[in-house]
């Protein structure tokens, strides 16, 4: 069952529950929202298949971010391949779940509570920093982001990722209002805006349709590896070799 299925079986909506909980009681926090929303979870869903289905180029990403992951079924997945990955989100619960199941399948995820939100938005330095995490300051090799729209976090990936690195994102279009009542319309792209919203990224692919009762932006992005003036690029700061991030 995926997070939005889970979603949808527990609260009864019928719809698209993703980012469902910003339309709840405005004096709560969105730690508080999102908590109450994830009291009844035990485990992480699956992960995402468009991010499973990316497994080739993520072979290639020795660290990965997975920003507004949720209960982690994403992250876990990604930790799984061997990558160094760090799930931040908003809900300690969400992040408690993930750390259980990371725990039990014995799997190694650092989990980082913020609040991607907030402005000025936390630099990859500062995630890191709460996690003590040994990433490098210049960001990630890869960047997820699923289901999960605030515009500012979307222009500033580019800054988590190091160059060369790659972001995986997918949003949910207004296109989905057709069949789905959730998410409400400020958490839908419209037609072909996913790849304006992550400036400074060039696409690597991009697709736009029914992903089973879903329609979906989904976008993978890479930050250009910098340039010399001699025209070669800059030499690369991974820890194990490979070929784009
Ligand atoms: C619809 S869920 C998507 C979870 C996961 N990315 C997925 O695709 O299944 C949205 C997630 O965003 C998180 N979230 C909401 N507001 C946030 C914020 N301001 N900062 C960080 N995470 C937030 C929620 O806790 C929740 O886990």
Redesign the pocket.
Known sequence: M???DR?NAEQGTGAD??????DADASMT??E??DA??ADWHEP?PA?DFITGQAKLLADCPTAV??????G??ALWLAEQGIDTAL????DR?LAIARNAAAQRGVPLHTIF?????DPLPSPAQLARLAALAVPDDGWHAA?????L?RPLLGALREFLVPGGIAFV?IATVENLLVNAR?GRPYLVEPGELPELCAGLEPISFEEGWFGQRHEARLVAHRALTVQASGSALPERSHRPHARC
Do not use: I, M
């Open positions: 995926t997070a939005a979603w529950p993703v980012c469902a909980s910003r969105a730690a929202r999102w929303k994830y869903s995402s997975d920003l507004a992951g949720g209960a079924g994403t931040v989100d908003v809900s969400a913020a609040d991607l939100e907030a997820v982001c699923t289901n999960f605030h997918l998410p």
